[in-house]
């Protein structure tokens, strides 16, 4: 299953836009516009999939919460049961909010690029790309 | 019979290194506007990218340089870049530009090997290292040739990979005594992975 950022290194790669900035030499390709309706495809694909990933984390979460609260009610509401249903309720909703959020993030990406992608010429449309890609990869790696 | 430059010992401090590319995003900015300049309007037209490829490995290796008293100008225009090599008290100047068909893209424009060559003096004992794309026309210009051990890439630079190289080369310089060039040597054995005596 790619993601968002898969997708978007693969077809930077086959445009040659992933290589390194020389201090000189020939620039990278243009793009053409069978690239951009290729990785438009892949776009709409990855979205339906994550529309769909989103729904069944949305019923992970209510049926944690729903374990929590049947716990909850069959320790007889004992002090260290709820504590200990509580917390791990809360330690496993965090993990699945927090999936959630990244998929959130790359559905609401993948919304914009869909939106935009179609209005620029196909060298604008590769530079949008270009500076999502590198502004995720600069926010996901610190600096040495 | 005294020695090459290049064979000459020299601690960090006797280096300077000269930045001709953008820094920050403002110069960025101004470049891909500016008619004559080439690097940003051609080689790297995104600041995210060039950030990645360019600024970030950039202040890394300035923070390290500067750690071990390396002298580092940034945004270096040709006057600055000039009275650089004319400054005795640096006995290697390390030129981070980008190279057109012949031509150096300093912060305020393109020189020609030529130009360069015309200002810069002939009668220095230093190393110039020239950490920029085939820049054969400068490196074998008359003035170049008399007055510096020149060093360059004959092939196309990666600013990432050599800027990190950087960071290892003023390692081996502050911990060893030795030569500029030995010191080159040992950074390419070292990062090939051979074993350094």
């Given at each position: 299953m790619s993601s968002l950022i898969e997708v978007l290194r693969s077809t930077l790669d086959a445009s040659g836009h992933l290589k390194s900035v020389l201090l000189g030499g020939p620039r990278a390709s243009g793009w053409t516009d069978?690239?951009?309706?290729?990785?438009?495809?892949?776009?709409g694909e990855l979205r339906r999939s994550l529309s769909w990933r989103m729904r069944c984390m949305s019923f992970v979460l209510v049926i944690v919460l729903i374990v929590c609260v049947w716990l909850i009610y069959s320790s007889a509401n004992t002090s260290?049961?709820?504590?200990?249903?509580?917390?791990?309720?809360?330690v496993s909703m965090l993990g699945v909010v927090r999936i959630m959020r990244h998929m959130w993030q790359d559905h609401a990406s993948i919304d914009l690029l869909l939106a935009v992608l179609p209005e620029f010429g196909a060298d604008d449309a590769v530079k949008l790309i270009e500076s999502y890609y590198f502004s995720r990869q600069l926010r996901d790696t610190k600096p040495k | 019979m005294s020695e090459r430059p290049g064979q000459e010992r020299v601690k960090p401090k006797d280096c300077a290194i000269a930045v001709a590319l953008p820094s920050s995003f403002e110069r960025f900015q101004a470049d891909r506007s500016a008619l004559k300049k080439d690097f940003v309007r051609n080689c790297c037209t995104t600041w995210a990218k060039y950030q990645h490829d360019v600024v970030r490995p950039m202040a890394s290796a300035v923070r390290d340089a500067e750690s071990y008293g390396v002298a580092v100008f940034s945004d270096v225009t040709f006057e600055r870049f000039i009275d650089l090599c004319k400054d005795e008290e640096f006995k290697v100047v390390i030129l981070f530009a980008h190279w057109t068909e012949r031509s150096i893209e300093f912060s305020d424009g393109l020189r020609s090997a030529e130009e360069i060559d015309d200002h810069i003096p002939s009668s220095t004992t230093s190393v110039l290292d020239l950490c920029v794309c085939c820049p054969e026309a400068l490196a074998n210009a008359r003035a170049v040739r008399?007055?510096?051990?020149?060093?360059?890439?004959?092939?196309?630079?990666t600013p990432r990979i050599?800027?990190?190289?950087?960071r290892f080369l003023f390692r081996f310089l502050s911990t060893y005594d030795i030569s500029y060039f030995k010191a080159f040597g040992l950074t390419v054995d070292y990062l090939s992975g051979k074993e350094i005596a």
């Open positions: 069978s690239a951009r309706s290729q990785l438009m495809q892949q776009l260290v049961g709820i504590a200990a249903v509580t917390g791990g309720g809360l | 008399a007055g510096f051990d020149t060093r360059y890439n004959e092939s196309l630079v050599w800027f990190a190289f950087y």
